[in-house]
């Protein structure tokens, strides 16, 4: 595998994992230079742009992705789509299978992933987390099912509740450094030997969030959110990928 193309939103952009320069890294990153670690060299590119849904990655990322004629891609998307108020799972395990079945037809290794419940640690109103983990079930089985159509390799990273507050960001919404930096090694892990690392997510539960932090959060992070969807604009408007072509890492 000597080039490796990267897809998705805000998670795979690496929203919540800042460089020094005030850029975000994320696990996609780290699992680059870890791949180059091991194998000498390896050509980089990452398309994820924050705030897409499937059917924006399928219409600006897959093209300039089979562009690239990667020898390995990941595509991780859904968590944009279960947040909209209508959430269609046959349209998006449509989409996906499009997105997967296309990159496989190049002859790359696909890569993607389940992913736990959104918001871990969020304030919410105990119904709405109720829909949020229903949506949540019916995102990873379509990516469960489009995955399996293709023979797409899918990290199951639902498979437990990471709590632990040291694994998200801020907003709580995204993974911080140390987050980012546990799904690379899984996805290494899983990568070079069909199976995923022996590092066990922490599952602590959090602190009960008082009523000062809850307000905090919803003007920091709710308001901005409602803001862009009254005016039709997403969290990616006016950014571009990272890394459009391929960027030579070395061990």
């Given at each position: 595998?000597?080039?490796y ?6 998670l795979t ?15 996609a990153?780290?699992?680059a230079?870890?791949?180059a670690?091991?194998r ?5 590119a ?12 399928l ?9 690239l ?7 991780i998307?859904g ?12 349209r ?5 299978s499009?997105?997967y ?25 105990a ?10 079930r ?6 469960r ?11 199951d ?20 450094a ?36 809850q307000?905090r ?10 803001w862009r969807?009254?005016t ?14 391929y ?5």
């Amino acid at each position: 595998m000597r080039r490796y193309v990267a897809l998705g939103d805000s998670l795979t952009e690496g929203i919540g994992d800042f460089a020094d320069d005030g850029r975000p890294r994320g696990w996609a990153d780290r699992f680059a230079q870890g791949l180059a670690s091991r194998r000498g060299e390896l050509e980089y590119a990452n398309l994820a742009i924050r705030g897409l849904t499937t059917a924006q990655v399928l219409a600006t990322q897959l093209q300039p992705a089979v562009a690239l004629a990667p020898d390995l891609a990941s595509v991780i998307v859904g968590m944009n789509d279960l947040l909209r108020p209508r959430f269609d799972a046959g349209r998006l395990r449509r989409d996906l299978s499009t997105i997967y079945g296309e990159l496989a037809a190049t002859g790359a290794t696909v890569l993607t992933a389940t992913l736990p419940e959104p918001g871990i640690g969020v304030p919410l109103p105990a119904q709405m987390r109720a829909s949020f983990v229903r949506r949540g079930r019916r995102l990873n089985d379509a990516i469960r099912h489009a995955a399996a159509e293709h023979r797409v390799q899918c990290l199951d990273l639902a498979r437990s509740t990471p709590t632990d507050p040291a694994i998200w960001s801020t907003d709580r919404l995204h993974p911080s450094a140390y987050g980012h930096q546990l799904i690379a090694d899984e996805f290494l892990a899983f990568l070079l030997t069909g199976t995923p690392s022996a590092i066990r997510i922490p599952a602590h539960v959090p602190a009960v969030v008082g009523p000062a932090e809850q307000v905090r959060w919803v003007a920091s992070q709710v308001g901005p959110w409602l803001w862009r969807r009254l005016t039709f604009r997403t969290a990616g408007d006016g950014v571009t990928a990272k890394l459009p072509a391929y960027q030579l890492l070395r061990a």
